[in-house]
């Protein structure tokens, strides 16, 4: 099982990133893929999920209204569209994979994680 995360980098606030998550050793069938953060200093959190293989979402406080969790099936692949970001989403950006995507996997963790990728919101 193996996740890359990219797309991070640097913009404005009030502006928008899409980050990608690649998957490999699994389709996203089996799995259910979720996007974190770790600011720094910082505890990481929890965002969002979508859960295999119905593509049901779910979203923290964090990640209601500005983000929002698609996946492209036959690309392997999950997105996280950012918009209107804010300073405060500065932060390394994970995705994690686990056969769960519940509220207590977005607080606990998942089992297999990536290599995040940074954002950082400044103008």
């Known amino acids: 099982v193996q996740l890359q995360a990219s797309g991070g980098g640097l913009v404005q606030p009030g502006g928008s990133l899409r980050l990608s998550c690649v998957v490999s050793?699994?389709?996203?069938?089996?799995?259910?893929i979720g996007w974190f953060r770790q600011a720094p200093g910082k505890e990481r959190e929890g965002i969002s999920c979508?859960?295999?293989?119905?593509?049901?979402?779910l979203y923290t406080d964090s990640g209601k209204g500005r983000f929002t969790i698609s996946r492209d099936n036959a690309k392997n692949t999950v997105y996280l569209q950012m918009n209107s970001l804010k300073p405060e989403d500065t932060a390394v950006y994970y995705c994690?994979?686990?056969?769960?995507?519940?509220?207590?996997?977005?607080?606990?963790?998942?089992?297999?994680w990536g290599k995040g990728t940074l954002v950082t919101v400044s103008s």
């Open positions: 979508i859960r295999s293989p119905d593509g049901m979402t």
């Open positions: 994690a994979a686990d056969r769960s995507c519940r509220r207590h996997t977005l607080y606990y963790g998942m089992d297999y």
């Open positions: 050793g699994f389709t996203l069938d089996d799995y259910a």
